[in-house]
């Protein structure tokens, strides 16, 4: 069975402060995606990142930072030095299996960043 | 570019009611993805389209709800004798390939409550 927990419901953070966000995933498969969303307060969902089960490398992109660890079937997401337009609910999603295009998401973690 | 539209953007009706909701994709776009979100909720996929090829019905809650995509193009959810559960966000989202190199694109959804 997929799924996807984000534990932390609701996280509030002073601008200027890293902050990190954390998604654990339960597969069975060996081949799997996993994503992270944006979801800001207009409402649409916007694409963040994408990471395949086989490329562990974390990746930077500007403030933002993913850590992959199979290890601990851990995908955690960093925000550093946030800022108010950060503030927004975020998802963590997996895909895998049979059906690649089944998203499997997780309840989300809404962020606000306070100036 | 014209993104992912979706209407009606509010959609109130009574129990009992049957809804129509409908999605227009991203011009080119051959993955077709439906998602309910309920309130304080992830993301729940529905169902996804692909090109002609028979449609991933095995999100759909119930027999009650169904989707088309005409043309392979417009898409939309039909729910039949509405029941309060079925109050959501309904998200609609489209990709430009099947397989996970391309982003899924969403909608700004529509807020359906059933009274």
């Known amino acids: 069975a997929q799924k996807v927990t984000q534990a932390q419901t609701e996280i509030s953070v002073v601008e200027k402060e890293d902050v990190t966000l954390d998604c654990v995933y339960e597969?069975?498969?060996?081949?799997?995606?996993l994503f992270w969303y944006k979801q800001p307060p207009s409402g649409e969902l916007v694409f963040l990142i994408r990471?395949?089960?086989?490329?562990?490398q974390n990746e930077i992109s500007g403030r933002y930072s993913w850590n992959f660890q199979k290890s601990t079937s851990s995908f955690n997401f960093t925000i550093t030095a946030s800022q108010v337009v950060d503030s927004a609910v975020y998802f963590c999603?997996?895909?895998?299996?049979?059906?690649?295009?089944?998203?499997?998401f997780g309840s989300g973690t809404k962020l606000n960043v306070k100036p | 570019g014209a993104g992912v539209s979706q209407s009606p953007s509010n959609k109130v009706t009574e129990k009992g009611k049957d809804v129509e909701l409908r999605c227009d994709p991203i011009s080119g776009h051959t993955a077709l993805y439906w998602y309910r979100q309920s309130l304080g909720q992830g993301l729940e996929f529905l169902i996804y389209f692909q090109g002609n090829s028979a449609p991933d019905k095995s999100g759909l809650p119930s027999d009650r709800f169904s989707a088309e995509r005409t043309g392979g193009s417009v898409s939309t959810l039909t729910i039949q004798r509405t029941q309060q559960e079925d109050s959501a966000v309904y998200l609609c989202a489209s990709s430009l390939s099947p397989t996970l190199d391309y982003e899924q694109y969403f909608g700004p959804g529509t807020r359906l409550t059933v009274t």
């Open positions: 597969t069975r498969d060996t081949t799997y995606y």
């Open positions: 990471r395949n089960s086989f490329d562990e």
């Open positions: 999603a997996l895909s895998g299996g049979y059906n690649f295009n089944k998203f499997y």
